[in-house]
């Protein structure tokens, strides 16, 4: 299936997904504080593959958790396709993730007794989308990332590598423009690893969407457009 027959809208090359201001994110531990981030800012622009890197404890997961919605920053700010998420409460957060964000994990997260086609409905469903259209969008998308003979599979009956294709199918299903990866290849062999990065950058190119993608994986490293490297909670390009 070729990028015009996937019914997947674009994006306009250069534009600004998510951003980070100067933020930083501090927790209480015990008596004292630990500085999570400190003063990170960063630019993700559609079309584009970052990877970054860092030790686990870095600050890599707060990172995303904070460009999602999913946690708040102690200060600073992000703005996600241009909207500030300060000034949104959690059911808007929540909203904005389902129609414009996409998140993998190293983990699939797939139901085991679902098929492939419906864990990769579930969003659709969530946002409401009609059953057609749902079945219509969740096939293109199994197609696209070359499972489609497997849409009928239960999730238990897939391979690691088609479990995360499924997942990155899933997570593309609604359309995002900013989409958040954290360590999406950390249970597969190098192989099969690698044939999934390079499929996420393919549809980053492809569809201009922005990808970020937690790893300590260097095939990610290599595929990636750029590089940002965050140690004891600072950021850095490499």
Do not use: C
């Not at 708040?72 to 998420?85: E, K």
């Amino acid at each position: 299936m070729t990028p015009q027959e996937l019914q997947l809208p674009t994006g306009t090359a250069a534009e600004v997904v998510a951003e980070a201001q100067n933020v930083s994110r501090d927790f209480r531990s015990g008596s004292g504080v630990v500085h999570a981030l400190r003063g990170v800012s960063l630019v993700i622009r559609a079309g584009e593959l970052v990877a970054l890197r860092g030790r686990s404890g870095s600050g890599k997961t707060t990172l995303l958790n904070i460009l999602t919605g999913l946690d708040n920053p102690t200060s600073g700010s992000v703005t996600v396709l241009g909207r500030p998420l300060a000034g949104m409460d959690e059911a808007a957060r929540a909203r904005l993730r389902r129609e414009h964000v996409g998140m993998m994990f190293q983990n699939a997260h797939l139901f085991p007794l679902l098929t492939a086609q419906e864990n990769v409905e579930l969003p659709l469903w969530l946002a409401k989308a009609e059953p057609q259209r749902r079945t219509q969008l969740a096939w293109q998308m199994l197609e696209y990332v070359g499972l489609g003979q497997r849409a009928h599979h239960r999730g238990m009956e897939l391979s690691g590598g088609e479990q995360q294709r499924v997942a990155l199918a899933r997570a593309l299903a609604h359309g995002p423009r900013f989409v958040v990866a954290d360590e999406p290849t950390g249970n597969l062999d190098s192989m099969t690893g690698r044939a999934v990065i390079d499929l996420l950058r393919s549809i980053s190119h492809q569809f201009n969407i922005g990808f970020l993608v937690a790893t300590h994986d260097m095939n990610v490293v290599s595929a990636a457009d750029r590089v940002v490297r965050i140690s004891d909670g600072v950021l850095a390009e490499e």
